[in-house]
């Protein structure tokens, strides 16, 4: 039975009485969902790889170009300080916030495969104008159009996926999203490896095939399901229902169909899902879900190393190649332990992945500043001995990162949200997101050349900040139903005194329970 209730006795809540089997529809609907991840994880691998080879470079950034080749001391950490260049990686980001206001609303009254589908078409006519790029302002309009493809996918794919999975596997079939974003990162720096050897126009190959996941991605739309979410949400009871059995694998969902509709009524109820997500009723899930973990996720520095990892290696005095192939070795970590978290976090939950993770992840910052304080910055290469052992470092730290704040941080927020609110608390989301993704991807490679080493001390200290957010204000989620996640907060020690709740004392004494 599908997992997570209430305690016996609270009226309305039957998540006790919901049944699901596995069917190869579900799985289906979930695989094409998740193509969405591929899209801004081929982005993530590929735009670090491009920005670091020379073709591309002596096209359009010639004074990187030739600043890469020189060796003296103040070039070491600040080769790729380019503002111009690091525009070519932000913009995109900075388009995806902006287009995810505009997917709200589409994913609301036009459902979730509306958004999919803009989205991937949006991806492809930017991969198609970034391959035949003649100059900046055609780089920059692609990666704009790329931007709006990644505003609505992140928009609509995370809420896809959570209405979508039963509550007691709902963690693993989220995080399929991060795990297509982690093989999207993976094969493009695959794809970069190859492509730098073929002159003078790889950097082309690499950014045209940011194409196949947009098509792959459409297809997908157009042949898959609508979440019954979605269809109960506009009224369609009847598609809905049949939907729900088809993906539940029973015909026995009367339980959580009702509990779908009372969520809808109340849903319809509100006019302005936006000023409705700023009453007291809904702060912690605004604080924690909308704000907080959106950001934290970029702030982990994360983020950072795959947009330029290559960049990073051949700052550290990696060859191009060698620095493209550590790079594909890091990104390795992050899909295996994007895997790992699949199987582990519905078993373990999710705190415990964030703040097992999160000590891992400061410590391999620390380790990283100290050595660099130590070996690097002096006008000369690093040693082969050191330079692998800052890849195994960063590896670990990646490996942390994969299976806690990389796949949790779009988790943990899509299940936070009642459906009343859902839709535009995740444009919040995703807008949070692709702020601090901008903001980091723009200022990363100045920090670097100004701060140095002491970047990654930055960093660490972020991490201590984030895993005490969590540690102290985030509720176990782990096979508790989406509609029944506000009764976490309503016996929460410190949430409980900020929401206020207007509903009578026995209800916010409800405790939710993991049902077997």
């Excluded at 979730?112 to 900046?136: E, V």
Aim: glycine letters at 10%; one cysteine or more; aromatic letters at 12%.
């Amino acid at each position: 039975m599908a997992g997570g209730g209430v305690e016996s006795g609270a009226p309305g809540k039957r998540a006790h009485l919901y049944e699901h089997r596995f069917t190869h529809y579900f799985a289906f609907t979930c695989v094409v969902g998740a193509l969405g991840g591929s899209l801004f994880g081929y982005d993530l691998g590929v735009s670090g790889g491009v920005t670091s080879m020379d073709d591309f470079l002596k096209e359009f950034f010639p004074d990187v170009f030739r600043r890469k080749q020189e060796h003296q001391n103040e070039t070491d950490y600040c080769k790729y300080d380019n503002q111009v260049l690091t525009l070519f990686t932000s913009s995109l980001y900075i388009s995806a916030l902006i287009m995810t206001f505009f997917a709200s609303p589409l994913t609301r009254k036009k459902g979730r495969k509306a958004s999919i589908i803009a989205g991937a078409l949006s991806f492809l006519a930017g991969a198609i104008l970034n391959a035949a790029a003649k100059n900046i302002a055609m780089l920059i309009i692609g990666r704009v159009l790329l931007g709006g493809g990644i505003g609505f996918g992140n928009q609509a794919v995370p809420l896809y996926l959570s209405e979508m999975a039963p509550a007691k596997n709902r963690g693993a079939v989220n995080q399929l999203f991060q795990f297509t974003t982690c093989a999207g990162i993976l094969i493009a720096n695959l794809v970069n490896y190859f492509t730098n050897k073929i002159h003078p126009h790889g950097w082309r190959i690499s950014l045209g095939l940011a194409g196949v996941p947009a098509v792959l991605m459409l297809i997908g739309g157009l042949l898959c399901a609508e979440t019954p979410n979605s269809l109960v949400e506009q009224g369609k009871l009847d598609e809905a229902r049949k939907v729900l059995e088809k993906v539940r694998g029973t015909k026995n969902v009367d339980a959580e169909f009702e509990d779908l509709k009372e969520a809808s009524e109340e849903a319809r109820a509100v006019k302005s899902p936006f000023r409705t997500l700023l009453r007291r009723k809904y702060r912690p899930q605004l604080i924690i879900g909308a704000l907080g973990i959106p950001a934290f996720q970029q702030l982990t520095g994360n983020n950072s190393i795959l947009f330029y990892a290559p960049v990073i290696f051949q700052s550290l005095g990696f060859g191009a190649n060698a620095a493209l192939f550590s790079s594909f070795i890091t990104n390795g970590a992050l899909l295996v332990a994007t895997v790992i978290s699949m199987f582990l976090v519905d078993k373990f939950g999710r705190r415990k992945f964030f703040l097992e993770a999160g000590f891992e992840m400061i410590c391999c910052m620390i380790i990283t500043a100290v050595v660099l304080a130590l070996e690097f910055g002096h006008g000369k290469e690093l040693g082969k001995g050191i330079s692998a052992f800052l890849v195994i470092v960063i590896f670990l730290f990646v490996l942390a990162y994969g299976r806690s704040w990389g796949p949790l941080g779009w988790l943990v927020p899509s299940e936070l949200f009642p459906l009343e609110i859902r839709s535009a608390a995740q444009s919040i989301v995703v807008c949070v997101n692709m702020i601090f993704t901008a903001l980091v991807a723009q200022l990363f490679l100045m920090s670097l050349c100004h701060l140095k080493y002491g970047i990654f001390l930055l960093f660490a200290g972020l991490i201590i900040f984030m895993s005490c957010f969590v540690f102290f204000l985030l509720p176990e989620t782990k096979k508790v139903p989406i509609e029944e996640i506000y009764l976490l907060f309503e016996n929460h020690w410190f949430w409980k005194h900020i929401i206020r709740s207007d509903q009578d004392q026995k209800t916010s004494n409800w405790k939710p329970v993991a049902t077997i």
